[in-house]
């Protein structure tokens, strides 16, 4: 299937079905007790992280605000701190059961030589593509240092923001993005950067949460969960970082130049309601992972853009958890990952 911006196109291919309501009794054969979020169990393996980290922690400080800790900077609204870090790891045991046990969709071959992992967060997708390819140089780029002391020989990271100018001294074969949708004023511009710093033949691959929540059947307008999105969608835009931007994705690729382009859609319900096996356990780690990160998602857009009290938010956020759980809501968020390829130098021609 092919989409089409201004008059250039891209795929649409492999994606997931459409979640379909269960209606009978709750699934039980997977609960949050038994998930599991370090990356060795994700992945099947690896090897003892060893190396040291290319960052300078003391330099930079945090903000406290309401009981959470933010990077100083205040551009990124969400928290750096212990519990969103815990968020974050097992989010990325979300997202490689999402893909069938993969870390990535693009075609990249066995052998990439450069990588560069945007807003790393916790440095874990970097860490285990490293132990996967560890003949591949792999640097994460974050605003915090909050990724582990110890890592793999063939990783580093960097204290970056990829808003500002790019200094790397080489290309790269692969560039990575995760959850990005709540970070940039200008993603259409990362984009182009990421375009620029590619090899010829390299690609960049986007995975992320295309936001509002949609739903299966009736729109609970009244509920708390479907408030909680039209107030997230109404913050975010309010702090010039509109969480809305990742359905766009496809038209940053193509204002770059990017070719090749294919996007695929994978789908996150709210709770156990769906049919299927697949639906269902991601179902868990889904609300498990919102129930972990619904203040950490809330507390600064909601206090600083729509003039809540830090014990507003918590209260609201009551109902939220409550919506969650409750089977007879048919949420879900859809998962777009989008990948595209930088082009080949042509070759040259010489005439005799």
């Not at 075609?107 to 997708?125: E, F, K, M, S, Y």
């Not at 969608?233 to 970082?241: F, N």
């Not at 082009?343 to 040259?348: A, M, N």
Request: glycine fraction near 6%; charged fraction near 25%.
């Amino acid at each position: 299937m092919e989409s089409s911006s201004d008059h250039a196109t891209y795929a649409i291919d492999g994606s997931e079905s459409l979640p379909s309501i269960d209606d009978g009794s709750d699934w039980t054969s997977a609960d949050s007790n038994s998930m599991r979020t370090d990356s060795d169990s994700a992945l099947g393996g690896s090897s003892l992280r060893s190396s040291t980290m290319s960052l300078q922690s003391s330099a930079y400080e945090n903000l406290e605000e309401n009981g959470r800790t933010y990077h100083r900077r205040g551009n990124y609204h969400l928290p750096n701190d212990d519990i969103e870090k815990d968020r974050l790891d097992l989010q990325h045991a979300l997202f490689i059961l999402t893909f069938h046990n993969n870390l990535y969709l693009a075609p990249i071959g066995d052998n990439p030589q450069r990588v560069l992992d945007l807003a790393t967060r916790t440095g874990i997708w970097a860490i285990d593509f490293a132990q996967l390819h560890p003949s591949a140089a792999v640097i994460g780029t974050d605003l915090s240092p909050i990724q582990p002391e110890f890592v793999p020989p063939n990783c580093t990271f960097e204290i970056d923001d990829a808003e500002d100018e790019w200094t790397f001294r080489y290309k790269f074969d692969y560039i990575h993005g995760r959850a990005l949708g709540t970070c940039f004023k200008d993603p259409g511009s990362v984009v182009a950067k990421a375009f620029d710093a590619l090899q010829p033949g390299g690609y960049l691959e986007l995975q992320d949460a295309i936001m509002p929540m949609q739903y299966v059947g009736e729109i609970p307008v009244s509920s708390f969960l479907y408030r909680w999105n039209c107030h997230v969608v109404e913050s975010s835009t309010m702090a010039q970082r509109p969480w809305t931007n990742v359905k766009h994705y496809p038209e940053y690729f193509i204002a770059a130049g990017f070719e090749e382009i294919r996007a695929k859609k994978f789908f996150w319900p709210s709770n156990t309601w769906p049919k299927g096996e697949y639906l269902k356990h991601l179902s868990v780690y889904f609300q498990k992972d919102l129930m972990d990160g619904l203040e950490g998602l809330s507390m600064k857009l909601f206090t600083n853009f729509l003039g809540w009290t830090k014990e507003q938010v918590q209260e609201f956020l009551v109902g939220v958890r409550k919506d969650l759980q409750d089977r007879s809501i048919h949420a879900y968020i859809e998962i777009s990952v989008v990948y595209g390829k930088k082009p080949d130098e042509p070759l040259e021609v010489h005439s005799d």
